[in-house]
């Protein structure tokens, strides 16, 4: 890192792998709770499904091409075998969505239970592959990023990800990360949009999220990441 520039703060990775604990923790328990034949909720869950892996793909992708890169050149020593760590669980990760994408094709226009309970057993899969990997990136990686990726190059990749969001879920994504995130981390993330924008998307992005979850889990406040995978 460039001696003179600012470093990164990754408070605000912190609160998105919250949001991925709570999301992805849940994924298998709605897949289950949707009734033999219910074509209209099957819609609904394997596109919150889909959203999620997408975020959570385009999140992977940009610390493939974004950080690994930096810090192997920067702290080879330190960080090589945690890199061949994260890029080892991210593929894995990847190839689960893969099998993922093809149950939900075949579940969501019918809502056929067998196939439902199919997808529930790849999500319980998943989802521990999931959790080890953002608790080996904030353990090994997120220590190594405060002090070789400048906050710059930090904001590049975080807006790469914005970026991949598609914009009419935009204000739920942000909302879904703010839900349970440090305030710090919440104002980090809202300071980094239009100055015009801030005060506008920090009021409303909560919102967006909480008539969301309430269509998803039937409630705007489902619960955190911590009490369902502590």
């Not at 992708?61 to 330190?78: M, V």
Request: charged share 25%; proline share 7%.
């Amino acid at each position: 890192m460039v001696e003179s520039a600012p470093g990164a703060k990754t408070r605000e990775m912190i609160m998105v792998h919250d949001a991925f604990r709570r999301e992805f923790g849940l994924l298998a328990e709605l897949a289950r709770g949707v009734a033999d034949g219910d074509r209209g909720r099957a819609e609904l869950v394997a596109g919150h499904i889909e959203l999620m892996s997408s975020v959570l793909h385009h999140h992977h992708h940009a610390e493939d091409t974004s950080i690994w890169p930096r810090l192997l050149e920067r702290c080879p020593e330190e960080i090589a075998p945690s890199v061949h760590l994260m890029e080892e669980q991210h593929e894995r990760i990847a190839a689960t969505i893969t099998e993922l994408e093809a149950a939900v094709a075949a579940w969501r226009g019918t809502g056929d239970a067998a196939v439902g309970t199919a997808l529930a057993e790849a999500l319980d899969r998943m989802v521990p592959a999931v959790l080890e990997h953002l608790d080996a990136e904030e353990r090994q990686v997120l220590p190594l990023i405060e002090k070789h990726i400048t906050a710059a190059e930090w904001d590049q990749m975080t807006a790469e990800v914005v970026g991949s969001t598609p914009q009419d879920k935009a204000p739920v994504v942000l909302g879904m990360m703010m839900y349970e995130g440090h305030p710090q981390a919440v104002q980090e993330a809202v300071d980094k949009l239009p100055p015009d924008a801030r005060d506008f998307i920090k009021e409303m992005a909560p919102k967006a999220y909480a008539a969301y979850a309430e269509q998803v889990y039937g409630t705007p406040n489902p619960p955190h990441g911590d009490v369902l995978n502590g």
